[in-house]
């Protein structure tokens, strides 16, 4: 599986940006997140979508701001941010792997992952 994130960008404190995340190829997969890595810090997750079914799971510090959400149709993962902050400033990547439900913040349940897109949040 080969995975391409866009949507990238520089937006002030407050502002909104939409991520997405184009899938091609096929693997074993049943689970597609974001997870994202500040410069200086470990890779965190961020939110995960169930591919089949459409379950989602958000990491504390994006829950009521950020919305997962796919078109299985365009093979496509977005990532909708609003009311973004400072400390959400990272590097975004997209993932997707065989991730069971009690595995879904843990990056070794995913095993395909994107480039990485940069989100940099201005106060």
């Excluded at 997750?45 to 089949?52: D, H, L, M, Q, T």
């Excluded at 009311?83 to 595995?103: N, Q």
Aim: hydrophobic content about 30%; some cysteine.
């Amino acid at each position: 599986v080969q995975l391409q994130a866009s949507g990238g960008g520089v937006v002030q404190a407050g502002g909104s940006l939409r991520l997405s995340c184009a899938a091609s190829g096929s693997g074993r997969t049943t689970t597609s997140g974001w997870f994202r890595q500040a410069p200086g810090k470990e890779r965190e997750f961020v939110a995960a979508v169930k591919i089949s079914g459409g379950s989602t799971y958000y990491g504390d510090s994006v829950k009521g701001r950020f919305t997962i959400s796919r078109d299985n149709a365009k093979n496509t993962m977005y990532l909708q941010m609003n009311s973004l902050k400072p400390e959400d400033t990272a590097v975004y990547y997209c993932a997707t792997g065989p991730a069971i439900t009690s595995g879904v913040r843990d990056q070794s349940s995913y095993y395909y992952w994107g480039q990485g897109t940069q989100v940099t949040v201005s106060s």
